[in-house]
């Protein structure tokens, strides 16, 4: 299943839930809820639209890397807009101060045009 038609099924966030805990992995879908393993993570609603499309199946579950990446580096950035110390934003997304100071330098990315995200 392709990862924008994941993001239909269970939602741009539970996909994004998702792709941070199972990223990589060939998973089992259980057919009924509430699901165990990483699947746990997934609110109820999204973890019912993927029983009943996938229960009782295996189904690959993208990485999205770039794209959590965009969705952490814009955190980091809302963080900093709201007061939080660099120093403190480093520790809670385990990155060093350098890497968020050069992260919050850098420009942010222009939102694609066709509005998806993956």
Partial sequence: MAAHDLERLIGREALATLAQVAGGLDLYIPAKVPMDGPLLELPLAAQERLARYA?????????????????????IRAAYDDGE??????????????????????????????GRLF
Avoid: H, N
Wanted: proline share 6%; charged share 35%; net charge positive.
């Fill in 55 to 75: 229960g009782g199946t295996r189904l690959y579950i993208p990485k999205l890397c770039g794209e959590l990446r965009r969705i952490r580096d814009a955190q």
């Fill in 85 to 114: 110390r660099v120093q403190d934003i480093a520790r809670w997304f385990r990155l060093s101060e350098r890497r968020v100071w050069a992260i919050l330098g850098a420009p942010e990315p222009q939102d694609d045009a066709q």
